[in-house]
């Protein structure tokens, strides 16, 4: 069951595993492998290419001031998230560093989120909620420089763009881990277990 | 345990008002020694409603004790009077009699767009979800989604960068496997929140299993060439939250599937019409629906919904990240929450167990607070990060009994229960949940959400 293919198969390779798993006979081989689809070019996904790595890797042109986005969130943004990203009705946006670790942890972008490019990230793919992929690159670096500055991470002068918003550090960053489980040990205990 | 434990019961779910409801609330037993005490109760009886709005499982026994024999076994009107008829229901639909088995919407959240409604577990059996039935999470409502105008782009670290229509996709060899599916949130309601969900609808029903039917990813992926370098895939929906998540390329090239198809017949909407990612035993939301895109890469994205969301947090102020798998779990469907057992004798408790590691091996239930327990019948088939079916007898004497199921998997996990799981991982982490549930039976039948506190 778990055949961690590390590298690629050859296409004629894939053909008769894939023949055998389906219980199939084998079929012609070539080196199109079955010959489905058509060949895109990156050109042709720029519609719908909209991730942001970590490294600032698909951040487009373009730049936004905190300022810039504080008008901006004052009208697309703030009868969801409230003033200032406070929150109300939707989730609250800024404040809560420090309490993490209490028994009502606030968990906002300042306190929680491990990189600044998720928020341009996330803005831009599906921010506002009734209008998503309406905010023009500069629009989406001015909110992301007005929630960081919300959060105390960068100055009322920030200018966001492809180079500077990958060299923002969260302040949270350090504290992700992976995933350790299991973590729980019980027994299958049949009698007198409490 | 300690001898000085307290149990607390409480449980509603003011949008559930399907049958007879005794509301327990405030609900203080003291266990003194091994024995379980009533200190406080207070009960609040809302009635019944509505036409036909009755589980066979309470119905059945209403018929008996209130119509009695003589007038059950007679002649109905359907007896003497042709039904309608054949073909008049071209989709056809459950009895009007259980119109209640339907998904119910949670109330936790200010919009329809981004939220969850729960499978009604307590009203199901068998393994299979109906298509109908199989619990929702939207993140920007339900897409409606032309599949002539649906693609499917692979690019990034491939050598054959590549679009493919639905038309491509149902020309390759494909399988069919029954797969269950979690929300990572699954029993958010039983960590710390009060009133606890009042039936297992909603302290468990954000799972489904269905019969799923597409192509192994892998094959896809061998078809653009996935070039060394690439670890990670991100997959990405076509809704307008443009759902994203990074996905490990190993789990892509295990069990991953691109499924068109679920319980026979094409995806519904709510599950991603016309095609998702299923990644087996992992939480739900990495199986992408209404999939566009993806993209192969060196390192994950870290976006919003595996960074912000669906992490972690410890009570040492850590957060663990890309924690997939939904571990061994289990909850007994009947008798559970809203029940009535109408009669003492022999009852069957049933439920369902599953494991994200792969094959549930044995099921223990216990009717006693988890002091003692019996080892469950496992209904057939029993498949790997499927649901499983088990099934217990047991003769109610009367008493009040706390009902419990604990599933271990073919790893050798045995299910924790809720202190072992909050003593590592604290209270302020919802997901991934998988604590050992309790019911309790009282003395007149009532089956009640039960939480039994260390």
């Not at chain 1, 490019?117 to 670096?141: C, G, I, K, N, W």
């Not at chain 2, 649906?150 to 996709?169: K, Q, S, W």
């Amino acid at each position: 069951m778990r055949s961690f293919r590390r590298r690629p198969l050859t296409a004629g390779a894939a053909v008769i595993a894939i023949s055998v798993a389906a219980g199939q006979s084998a079929m012609p081989q070539d080196d199109k492998g079955f010959g489905i689809g058509q060949r895109v070019s990156e050109a042709e996904l720029q519609l719908w290419n909209i991730d942001v790595g970590i490294d600032g890797a698909g951040l487009p042109p373009g730049e936004g001031s905190v300022q810039a986005g504080k008008a901006i969130y004052e009208t697309k943004c703030v009868a969801c998230h409230g003033a200032e990203g406070l929150g109300q009705p939707m989730d609250r946006l800024a404040g809560g560093q420090g309490t993490l670790k209490s028994a009502k942890p606030v968990k906002t972008i300042g306190s929680y989120w491990p990189y600044a490019t998720t928020v341009f990230d996330y803005v831009r793919r599906a921010m506002p909620l009734d209008r998503p992929q309406s905010l023009s690159p500069d629009e989406v670096y001015a909110l992301t420089a007005y929630l960081l500055h919300l959060n105390g991470i960068v100055e009322s002068n920030a200018i966001m763009n492809a180079q500077t918003l990958p060299m923002v550090r969260m302040p949270n960053r350090a504290a992700f881990r992976s995933d350790p489980r299991p973590d729980a040990a019980n027994s299958a205990c049949q009698t007198d277990c409490r | 345990m300690s001898s000085r434990g307290t149990i607390v019961y409480g449980g509603s779910d003011a949008s559930d008002e399907v049958h007879d409801v005794i509301r327990e609330e405030n609900f203080l037993v003291e266990a003194h020694g091994k024995e379980p005490r009533l200190v406080g109760r207070r009960a609040v009886l809302r009635t019944a409603l509505g036409a036909g709005g009755v589980a066979a499982f309470a119905a059945r026994g209403d018929a008996w004790a209130e119509a009695g024999p003589n007038t059950v076994i007679g002649l109905q009107d359907w007896m003497t009077t042709p039904g309608r008829g054949t073909g008049s229901a071209p989709y056809g639909l459950p009895s009007h009699f259980e119109s209640a088995v339907v998904r119910s919407l949670t109330e936790h959240t200010p919009t329809d767009l981004s939220a969850w409604s729960f499978t009604p577990l307590d009203r199901l059996t068998g393994i299979i979800t109906p298509n109908g039935l199989v619990y929702e999470r939207h993140h920007a409502g339900i897409p409606d989604i032309d599949p002539k105008k649906h693609r499917l782009a692979i690019h990034g670290l491939v050598e054959r960068p590549l679009v493919l229509t639905m038309d491509d996709l149902l020309r390759l060899p494909a399988v069919s496997r029954i797969y269950f599916l979690e929300c990572a949130g699954n029993g958010y309601t039983e960590v710390v929140q009060m009133p606890r969900s009042r039936t297992a609808q909603f302290s468990h029903g954000l799972l489904s299993c269905c019969e799923w039917t597409g192509i192994p990813l892998g094959t896809i992926l061998d078809e653009a060439g996935v070039r060394p370098e690439a670890r990670w895939i991100l997959a990405e929906g076509a809704d307008a939250a443009a759902m994203a998540r990074s996905i490990p390329i190993e789990k892509a090239l295990d069990d991953t599937l691109v499924v068109y198809a679920q319980n026979g017949e094409m995806l519904r909407p709510e599950q991603g019409y016309p095609i998702r990612l299923l990644v087996p035993g992992w939480e739900g939301n990495l199986s992408i629906k209404w999939l566009r895109r993806l993209e192969l890469g060196a390192q994950p994205w870290h976006t919003r919904d595996e960074t912000s969301k669906y992490t972690d947090l410890m009570p040492d102020g850590t957060v663990r990240q890309f924690t997939f798998v939904m571990e061994a779990k289990s909850v007994i469907t009947r008798p559970s929450g809203g029940h009535h057992l109408r009669a003492h004798g022999f009852h069957e408790i049933s439920g369902l167990a599953w494991s994200g590691r792969g094959r549930v091996t044995a099921v223990d239930v216990s009717t006693d607070g988890g002091r003692t327990w019996h080892r469950a019948r496992l209904d057939e088939p029993v498949l790997s990060k499927a649901l499983t079916r088990f099934r217990s007898p047991w003769r109610w004497d009367g008493a009040a009994a706390l009902l419990q199921s604990r599933a271990i998997d073919e790893t050798g996990y045995v299910q924790p229960t809720r202190e072992q799981l909050i003593a590592v991982r604290g209270t302020n982490s919802e997901d991934h949940f998988n604590a050992i549930h309790t019911w309790r039976v009282s003395e007149n039948g009532e089956v009640s959400n039960a939480l039994i506190q260390a």
